[in-house]
């Protein structure tokens, strides 16, 4: 059955690193730009970084710049979060997200295809 899956979650302490994936399984991938969102309890679903089809271009929200990198292998059908220098306020489930389109768009109703998210939780 057609899905993504995130993964790679988890506990982690203020300053340190998680890698998330995104993997899609029975699902047009390569050509479609991908999203990373996340969303804490009370708060509103948050545009974090998104991919265009091919990796040229990048967009990030402006409170993760320097710190977060997304990249793609589309060969494994994968993108990738690389989370560096942790703060608490990263605390959200990362949901990631296939574009209705090629290229980057930010909001929620852009995307077509959802996965079930994984939780990142940041102590101080």
């Known amino acids: 059955q057609a899905q993504l899956v995130a993964s790679g979650g988890g506990l982690v302490q203020a300053g340190g690193s998680l890698r998330l994936s995104c993997a899609a399984t029975?699902?047009?991938?390569?050509?479609?730009?991908v999203g990373w969102f996340r969303q804490a309890p009370g708060k509103e679903r948050e545009f974090v970084a998104g991919i265009d089809w091919n990796g040229g271009k990048i967009e990030y929200v402006d409170s993760v710049k320097g710190r977060f990198t997304i990249s793609r292998d589309n060969a494994k059908s994968t993108v990738y979060l690389q989370m560096n220098s942790v703060k608490p306020e990263d605390t959200a489930v990362y949901l990631c997200?296939?574009?209705?389109?090629?290229?980057?768009?930010?909001?929620?109703?852009?995307?077509?295809?959802w996965g079930q998210g994984t939780q990142v939780t940041v102590s101080s």
């Open positions: 029975g699902l047009t991938f390569r050509r479609y730009a």
């Open positions: 997200a296939r574009s209705r389109s090629t290229v980057v768009r930010s909001t929620v109703d852009e995307y077509d295809w």
